[in-house]
């Protein structure tokens, strides 16, 4: 079950980062703009890579994930 967690975990952590870049849309244009494209890039990067593991039937990992849904 800790794979979905580190899943959800992973798409939320995109999400806010995500959001973030859209908030800063509004106040630094340029800044916003970038974490957009970065976050962007980086989750289907995530994605991509991680799907060809599990595939695989490798283990894999969502580095600079915030742990919002904690093991019980």
């Given amino acids: 079950m800790w794979h979905g967690r580190a899943v ?4 939320l952590t995109a999400t ?3 959001m ?4 800063l849309l509004l106040i ?5 703009l970038l ?4 976050t962007s890039a980086y989750a289907v990067a995530l994605i991509l890579l991680n799907a060809r593991r ?17 093991p019980k």
Avoid at 8 to 11: C, I, P
Avoid at 54 to 70: D, F, Q, R, T
């Fill in 20 to 23: 973030a870049g859209v908030a």
């Fill in 35 to 38: 974490l957009i494209m970065l």
């Fill in 8 to 11: 959800v975990n992973f798409h």
């Fill in 28 to 32: 630094l244009f340029q800044l916003g």
């Fill in 54 to 70: 599990v595939m695989k039937g490798e283990n894999y990992s969502y580095p600079l994930s915030l742990a919002i849904m904690s």
């Fill in 16 to 18: 806010l980062a995500f």
